[in-house]
């Protein structure tokens, strides 16, 4: 086991980190931008060091003084968490050839799945189904997409062949918007992935947005944890709210959509914990889309079903232990809905809050968990992702997590920036979330808001 790891990342999942490595007796040095010096990471590791000025790109995206830190800090390993550097295949590399290691899949195994639309052949090859079309190639020219677009019909997805986690995807209806939309798409995968290389995808219109998490130790060992039903996000792909299981699973299901990750998981030569993500339709079939080489926001359900936490399994793979865990050791009981708490106005159209925070007090009670890394007189700084809190709900069925969360919900206070639980609540009080009847445009359709 390592004796010290550093956290290369902010706020809750740093945090969350930090803990996992104290129950494993392992060392902690925490990195923080200037504008995080007093974030609750930084209070909780047993060192930690300034990596920066506030904006992302100067601090948490700024490798060589990441790499930096950890070697002045003697950090055996580094753990990413989620977003910012966690799926960037360089700085896995970097780290490799620092003697560093890094906490997650090998560099190869990274940098095959960056290329979505060359995942998508892998997966087709490996028995996996994906989403016409099935010979796709990267899209240059406003007649080769709308020749495709007749050929599997519209809705089409243009999508960034370098993209992930819901960015860089525009939908059309018509010849007409895909002509209009190609080159602006072409853009924005440019800007946000330096590469502009896109790609076309049949679009469903009414989905649900499932995922599988992965355990794998590198020696042929592959296991899955359950499904996880991510459908409620918004317009622009970012989730709010999930859940396990997933209501609309039958065991049939659920077992050719568990056999599945693994299929995909084994043939990226996978190692760590991932997620393999599928789109299920109205009649039971179900696509592949991406697979997401790290830990989850929403790893907290899975592990409120299973009892596995699924960070130390993490770090217990990357220190080369051989997985004790078995398909047979995993038993999901009960029901675990996370509702994802940020700093946004949902009357305004999910607008940024910063600001200081006046007031605070976490719900608690049976079945109830929040992770966070929120405390009183925490100032939310404007440069990062807006996530304050994560509250997961237990129940030993679906109406009791509900019921849970709602409690939970109305008993959370916070003060000082506009926080996202009145929404949720309206959520959790919808008659169409009630019955389990949540696709990916649940927002737009049964809640009325273009967000």
């Known amino acids: ?23 494993l007796g392992v060392g902690t040095v925490a990195v923080y931008s200037e504008a995080d010096k007093s974030c609750l990471h930084v209070r909780l590791a047993d060192e930690a060091m300034c990596i920066g000025p506030g904006p992302n790109r100067d601090s948490y995206l700024n490798i060589p003084n990441i790499i930096t830190a950890a070697l002045i800090s003697g950090a055996q390993a580094i753990h990413p968490g ?22 997650g899949p090998t560099t190869e195994t990274m940098q095959a799945l960056q290329d979505k639309a060359a995942t998508k052949r892998v997966m087709k090859q490996a028995g996996v ?4 079309p099935q010979d796709e190639a990267p899209i240059v020219s406003p007649s080769e997409a709308t020749k495709l677009a007749k050929r599997i019909g519209y809705p089409v997805a243009i999508k960034a062949a370098a993209g992930g986690g819901g960015r860089g995807i525009r939908i059309t209806y018509s010849e007409d918007e895909l002509v209009a939309s190609l080159p602006v798409a072409q853009s924005e995968a440019r800007a ?23 355990l794998a130790d590198g020696r042929a060992n592959i296991v899955h944890l359950g499904e996880r039903d991510c459908s409620l996000q918004t317009s622009r792909h970012q989730k709010l709210l999930e859940e396990t299981p997933c209501a609309a699973l039958s065991s049939k299901l659920r077992s050719q959509m ?15 914990a991932g997620t393999v993500e599928f789109l299920l339709d109205k009649q039971g079939k179900f696509y592949f889309i991406e ?25 217990r793979i990357a220190a080369g232990e051989k997985m004790s865990l078995t398909q047979k050791d995993i038993e999901a009981t009960g029901h675990a809905i996370e509702c994802r708490i940020t700093a946004e106005d949902p009357e305004r159209g999910f607008l940024a809050s910063a600001g200081v925070v ?34 997961v709900a237990w129940g030993r069925d679906r109406k009791e997590a509900i019921a849970r969360m709602s409690r939970a919900l109305s008993e959370f206070h916070i003060t000082g920036v506009k926080t996202t639980i009145p929404f949720h609540l309206k959520v959790l009080e919808n008659p169409f979330f009630k019955r389990g009847e949540v696709y990916t445009n649940f927002i737009a359709r049964r809640m009325h808001l273009d967000v």
């Open 291 to 315: 697979m997401n080489a790290r830990i989850q926001v929403e790893h907290t359900i899975t592990e409120m079903v299973t009892g596995v936490d699924l960070v130390k399994e993490q770090i």
């Open 358 to 391: 006046e007031e605070y007090m976490p719900p608690g009670g049976p079945g109830i968990r929040v992770d966070t890394h929120l405390y009183c007189g925490y100032e939310v700084p404007p440069f990062y992702d807006s996530l304050l809190a994560k509250v």
């Open 258 to 272: 568990s056999e599945a990750a693994i299929r995909a998981a084994k043939a990226v030569g996978y190692k760590g």
């Open 82 to 103: 989620y977003g910012n550097l966690s799926e960037i295949a360089s700085f896995a590399e970097n780290c490799e050839a620092c003697k560093i290691v890094f906490i």
């Open 129 to 132: 189904p994906v989403l016409p």
């Open 192 to 214: 946000a992935f330096d590469s502009d290389q896109v790609y076309l995808e049949k679009y469903l219109e009414e989905p649900r947005h499932v995922e599988f998490q992965v």
């Open 1 to 23: 086991m390592f004796k010290k790891i550093l956290i290369a990342n902010r706020g809750e999942i740093a945090v969350r980190v930090i803990r996992a490595c104290r129950e």
